[in-house]
């Protein structure tokens, strides 16, 4: 293993010490716990708050700001953080109009943000769940019951951000986010196995000739491992599965996400994107907004996943509200 | 080798389709030479165009916007782009007030924006060109006689693209490039090699134990290979070798840019900051700006370099300035 890494204890905490040292006018860290909040005091809004294991950054402390979380806590590469990071981010984050847990579905994940919920409801913190399930690729999984929480994590971070930001309720972010939750699938591939720094080697086996389809963004196992294919075929693949799910119909407004891995390069995440909008060209659907790049990432996995969420004028409103995060900024 | 590609032939083409269909509101492909230009028609202003073998995405063309470049031109895969490419692109950007080339020092891109300036000025268009050669790793290298143009690139973009924003001349504009570079320096390391796809396998070979030290962006020697080590060694070797170069000194305030070469993710990359800050730190040089992320890349090989830029009040400020480009995005 090969990596620009010192101890391998100390990963999470030095790329958090980084991450704060170039963003410190927009984040801050929590000195007891591992969490990212923003670097001013809580506005009185509803504070949304995410979090997850490390390893694939930026998500979630690089989408801490202004317009999207006001909290996130990395737990250690691959591992849920504990309640007790949640419930001191919540804390710091809480503004009085109550707080969102944002909630990757993993099995470790959701249970202790259950149990930071519970310790914020005894200290008298209104707090609701919404649980994120937007992968396509497998029913249960290796951490999941049910389908697992990926690239649709971006995009709804991003507008029930951008609602928290404006003023809604708590009622009225929760409700968007399970819109958003309701209405948007992604699938995800693998050319390569990413590795964990503790464990030292490549988390699967892909033999050189063979990509991975459906992986899960721990190098989860997917729907199948097939011959290398081009990258159409790829899309036809993976844009296929996620138009049938939902279903994606003609005349439907999108944003088409692709997202690389962290080991895939742009000029390759873009071959993808101009694939996926000829695929949709062809099935009717238009890509209203779009983003592409490494959000959502496998530590150094080579790889790439699609998202599409089907849009209404609100949460096209929504994307386009000022955001301004280590990772995603725009507007204003 | 494994790539999200179709044909060879086709992948800087299709990757520049997709970065259009991405960001067709700030850019768009000229119709019969490929080149990136400015979605909005000139400005009257001086036209700063860039240019470069493909492979370093999202360098040049993601860079195209307001506040940075009017116009870049996209080579094969680490192959210059021709003089046309560039005639043709400065032609499309040229709003009266003159061009200025920024030209990283490779002997291919030299000698054509050489040739694209002589025919530029023969149709009466004013041309100036600043040779950009900030690598401290090697004198003289493949391709290259000289020092090579690397990350100070991107330094360099930003701050003569937001002069020339701003309504400067030809010559302050020029003034203020040629300024950077005299006072911007880098230094790259890989832990892997890129494979650029008509070779179809690594470009050079790497043991699992060994890194290289001082590497160019195309896989080009650097000054030695090493065993692997830790992400502080790293940066104590690079960094050493960039503040001894001009040489920063206590007290000066900098411009500190930690790139990824395409296939490092960002978790290392913010553990490489890290310990470059603490590295300044201990010089008293001190971090003004700081820009993390993979912004000059070798398609997927994994390593960084580090750049600092010493700055100056008005360097500062041209930083700040607004910059709206698909890679870039800040202020307003």
Redesign the interface.
């Known amino acids: 293993m090969?990596?620009?890494?010192?101890?391998v204890d100390d990963?999470?905490a030095?790329?958090?010490?980084?991450?704060y040292?170039?963003h410190s006018d927009l984040i801050r860290l929590l000195p007891n716990v591992k969490a990212v909040v923003r670097a001013c005091a809580p506005a009185t809004k509803v504070a949304v708050v995410s979090g997850g294991g490390?390893?694939h950054?930026?998500m979630h402390g690089?989408f801490v700001g202004y317009g999207m979380l006001d909290a996130a806590c990395p737990g250690e590469v691959f591992t849920s953080p504990t309640p007790e990071q949640m419930y001191e981010a919540a804390k710091a984050a809480d503004g009085g109009k109550g707080v969102l847990f944002l909630v990757k579905n993993y099995t470790g994940d959701v249970m202790n943000f259950e149990m930071a919920a519970d310790l914020l409801k005894a200290d008298g913190v209104e707090v609701e769940s919404v649980v994120i399930n937007d992968d396509v690729a497998v029913k249960d999984s290796l951490y999941t019951a049910g389908r697992r929480g990926v690239g649709g994590t971006v995009l709804i971070e991003k507008i029930a951000g951008a609602l928290a930001q404006a003023g809604a309720s708590l009622a009225e972010v929760k409700e968007i986010a399970l819109w958003c939750n309701d209405n948007v699938r992604t699938m995800g591939m693998a050319?390569?196995s990413c590795t964990v720094p503790a464990a030292g080697r490549p988390t699967f086996d892909l033999p050189?000739?063979e990509?991975e389809l459906g992986v899960g963004i721990h190098g989860e196992p997917g729907r199948k491992r097939v011959a290398?294919m081009?990258?159409?075929e790829?899309v036809d693949f993976m844009a296929g599965a996620v138009t049938e799910d939902l279903p994606f119909k003609e005349g439907d407004e999108v944003i088409a996400f692709v997202n690389g891995m962290?080991?895939?390069?742009?000029?390759?995440?873009?071959?993808?994107?101009?694939?996926l909008?000829q695929y949709l060209d062809k099935k009717g659907i238009q890509?209203a907004r779009?983003l592409?790049g490494?959000y959502i990432?496998s530590?150094?996995m080579?790889?790439?996943s699609i998202t599409l969420l089907k849009l209404d004028s609100r949460a096209k409103a929504l994307w386009d509200y000022p955001v301004h995060t280590p990772a995603l900024?725009?507007g204003?």
């Open positions: 090969k990596k620009l890494i010192n101890k990963v999470v030095e790329s958090l010490a980084g991450m040292s170039a490390s390893g950054e930026p690089g050319l390569t050189a000739d990509i290398a081009t990258a159409a790829v962290g080991g895939t390069p742009l000029i390759e995440l873009y071959i993808v994107y101009e694939n909008k890509i779009s592409v490494n990432t530590l150094d080579q790889g790439c900024r725009w204003r």
